[in-house]
């Protein structure tokens, strides 16, 4: 059965720095499209980052220049790493894998979400 937990979040002064690491169970790790959502109280979620099994990212542009996207298929882990942080990146952020087969079954796994407080 297919796990993602999240681990990381916190509390930090604006300017701050934080990374974010989710780990994958039960799945065929290099094989899936792995992102960062984020949810602020009262917003839509939000698509931060993600990146493909050959390891292309992209980014939002609220982020882009401060987060990074990476993955360890060794380790079924990816992370975010946050810079710079603002008092509008607030949120609970979530991970995600998906993977759209070839005969187009959606796969996709959610963890549980982690809070993430920046203070001004």
């Known amino acids: 059965q297919a796990h993602l937990v999240e681990s990381g979040g916190g509390s930090v002064q604006a300017g701050g720095s934080l990374r974010l690491s989710c780990a994958a169970s039960g799945i065929t790790f290099r094989l899936y499209n792995l992102r960062w959502f984020r949810q602020a109280p009262g917003k839509q979620r939000e698509l931060v980052a993600d990146i493909t099994p050959d390891f292309n990212t992209d980014y939002s542009g609220s982020v882009k220049g401060r987060f990074t996207i990476s993955r360890d298929n060794a380790k079924n882990t990816f992370y975010l790493q946050m810079n710079s942080l603002k008092f509008e990146d607030t949120a609970v952020y979530s991970c995600?894998?998906?993977?759209?087969?070839?005969?187009?079954?959606?796969?996709?796994?959610w963890g549980q979400g982690t809070q993430v407080t920046v203070s001004s």
């Open positions: 995600d894998a998906f993977l759209r087969s070839d005969d187009d079954e959606v796969y996709e796994y």
